[in-house]
């Protein structure tokens, strides 16, 4: 099989993968694709991908910058929840290594719905928008809903199904958000070696894509979001053997 990029960040959106596609940018041996987000299976057709497809694909990457020993990598965080996206992936390289970033899925929801206010996509108060949005998605049926999907991305469990499905288990690399801002090096001491490169300090002084923090959830939608997700968080953690830690449902 000719050269093909060796890893992604394929999940999931506002749970750090910012900082981490930031983070492995400093990593000698790491090159990362041009810009975060190529999109490239999240919007490729189910079937009829071409090799010219992928040279496109592999038109974000600075191959100049590869050499031997360096791997290839990029962040696409929809690429987990995104229905095919998966698949085509195993399509183009099915010994790739997937690196995916659970946030608590609470907070998670609440961090996606305050992203598309600023960005002008959410002009609903928060408690009508997780409320409604299964209603709100059906605009675009038979496809996902991108946008009204503050809920439906915080369901860990199918996409991790999915994901064993198409990955063994040493294809698949399971974070979480909480312990990366936690203890950063810690982490991605972790992530270096999945990766197979060598050990490296980070400068982790800075924060990436991180909202302000004035606004504050209500008690009542928190306690809506914690009975929405109780079952998926629990059947998340048995799927990786987890304990609730810092989640808080």
């Given at each position: 099989?000719a050269?093909?990029?060796d890893f992604?960040i394929a999940?999931?959106q506002?749970?750090?993968?910012?900082?981490l596609?930031?983070f492995?940018?400093?990593?000698?041996d790491i090159?990362?694709?041009r810009k975060?987000?190529?999109h490239?299976?999240?919007t490729?057709p189910?079937?009829?991908?071409r090799?010219l497809d992928?040279?496109?694909?592999h038109?974000?990457?600075?191959?100049n910058?590869?050499r031997?020993?360096?791997v290839?990598g990029?962040a696409?965080?929809?690429?987990?929840?995104w229905?095919?996206?998966?698949?085509r992936?195993w399509?183009y390289n099915p010994?790739i290594?997937?690196?995916?970033?659970l946030?608590?899925p609470v907070?998670?929801a609440?961090?996606?719905?305050?992203?598309?206010c600023r960005l002008?996509?959410?002009?609903?108060?928060?408690p009508?928008?997780?409320r409604?949005?299964?209603?709100?998605a059906?605009?675009?049926?038979?496809?996902?809903d991108r946008?009204?999907?503050y809920l439906?991305r915080s369901?860990?469990?199918p996409?991790i199904r999915?994901?064993r499905?198409?990955f063994?288990?040493d294809?698949l690399?399971?974070?979480r958000?909480e312990?990366?801002?936690?203890?950063?090096?810690?982490?991605l001491?972790?992530?270096?070696?999945?990766?197979g490169?060598a050990a490296?300090q980070f400068?982790i002084?800075?924060r990436?894509?991180?909202?302000p923090d004035?606004d504050?959830?209500?008690?009542?939608?928190?306690?809506?979001?914690?009975?929405?997700f109780?079952?998926?968080?629990?059947?998340?953690?048995?799927l990786l053997?987890?304990d609730?830690?810092?989640w808080?449902?």
């Amino acid at each position: 099989m000719a050269r093909r990029i060796d890893f992604i960040i394929a999940g999931v959106q506002k749970a750090g993968t910012t900082s981490l596609d930031a983070f492995l940018r400093q990593h000698p041996d790491i090159c990362m694709a041009r810009k975060k987000e190529p999109h490239f299976f999240d919007t490729r057709p189910p079937t009829g991908i071409r090799l010219l497809d992928y040279w496109l694909y592999h038109r974000q990457f600075d191959w100049n910058a590869w050499r031997d020993g360096s791997v290839l990598g990029e962040a696409t965080p929809i690429i987990s929840w995104w229905s095919g996206a998966l698949e085509r992936v195993w399509t183009y390289n099915p010994r790739i290594q997937i690196v995916v970033i659970l946030r608590d899925p609470v907070e998670r929801a609440w961090s996606h719905y305050r992203m598309d206010c600023r960005l002008g996509r959410e002009t609903l108060p928060y408690p009508v928008a997780i409320r409604q949005e299964r209603e709100r998605a059906r605009r675009a049926l038979p496809e996902q809903d991108r946008e009204r999907s503050y809920l439906a991305r915080s369901y860990y469990a199918p996409q991790i199904r999915e994901l064993r499905r198409l990955f063994s288990d040493d294809q698949l690399l399971f974070l979480r958000s909480e312990d990366l801002a936690g203890d950063s090096q810690k982490e991605l001491a972790k992530v270096c070696r999945f990766l197979g490169v060598a050990a490296h300090q980070f400068d982790i002084a800075e924060r990436y894509n991180a909202a302000p923090d004035e606004d504050r959830m209500s008690s009542d939608d928190r306690d809506y979001l914690r009975r929405v997700f109780a079952h998926d968080a629990a059947e998340t953690r048995a799927l990786l053997g987890w304990d609730q830690g810092a989640w808080s449902v």
